[in-house]
């Protein structure tokens, strides 16, 4: 007998049922992220056939060239939440400044920031990219949202997830009310399945994922932190995993455990704080992690606690496993 079939939309409303006094309006604004992210997994999965691949020749505000199928998950995205009547401003990472909602269209309560397609640079070669979001209720009086509604803690996210295009697509999601929820795409009926319920990260891996390509420019802490995952001993040496996108090394860590690093180093003194960005990859999967049991910190504080500063703020990020993560952390306190 085939276990219960549980589409993630009826999963959605099924979780509404608990606070009787919702209006609705978050279920249907998860819904419509849902939907967007079916259109691009089609696209990605063609990209390769309908010659989308390959760049626009433009080059996006972080200074990186930006390809057709960025543009095309970017713009998918905007048009649906747009349109949805349940958002009133938007921040994604290819766009300097926030994008409101036009005037002749209905705007909501909820502003939402998103990589479009993380880990771009591997469309081309076709290894997995995914979208990461995250949902926060704006926190201004003005109604058509303003940046400022953007730079809110992660802890006060109302919902925050990604979806991975790989083998198959998945989108993974918490809202916060504790539980941490994957669904895999069913091409065939074109509908997300509940197939992780109630994921829990194991709280110590054996896995490591870090660029060891920047070792040069590594701080103290972090060298001898990954001297010591890699030395003999309780458990260890660790497995290296490292698919340069975030999400697929992220995804897979929350399901074996295990620990991702991507620290400030010593490369650039303009650009002290590592590659990640806080609002719409660092906070959404701190947000994830957390729920499943497991920790996000820069390497001194708690990635939910930071204050943003600006839109495209860049962070350490260091996250995964409790035991892993804390490890990491009394090394950069210098007890280890
Ligand atoms: P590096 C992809 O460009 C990305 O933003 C993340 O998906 C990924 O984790 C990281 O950059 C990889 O960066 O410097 O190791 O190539």
Known sequence: MADRIVTIESHIYEQQRRFPESTGEFSGLLCDIALATKVISLEVNRAGLVDILGGTGTINIQGERVRRLDVFARDIMIDILQRSGKVCAIATEEDADIIQVPRDLPNGHYIVSFDPLDGSS???????????????????????GTESDFLQPGVKQICAGYVVYG??????????????????????????????????????????SINEGYECWWKEHTRRYIEYVKSEGDGRPYTSRYIGSLVSDFHRNLLYGGIFLYPEDTRDPKRPHGKLRL???????????????????????????????????????????????EDYEAFCRGER
């Open 122 to 144: 591997n469309i081309d070669v076709n290894v997995s990219i995914g979208t990461i979001f995250s949902i926060h209720y704006k926190s201004g009086s003005d109604e058509n």
């Open 167 to 208: 083998s198959s697509t998945i989108m993974v999601y918490t809202d916060g009310s504790g539980g941490v929820h994957g669904f895999t795409l069913d091409p065939s009926l074109g509908e997300f399945l509940l197939s992780h319920p109630d994921i829990k990260i194991p709280e110590r891996g054996r896995i490591y």
């Open 279 to 325: 609002l719409y990859e660092a906070a959404p999967l701190a947000l994830v992690v957390e729920a499943a049991g497991g920790k996000a910190t820069t390497g001194t504080e708690r990635i939910l606690d930071l204050e943003p500063d600006e839109l495209h703020q860049r962070v350490p990020l260091i996250l995964g496993s409790r035991l892993d993560v």
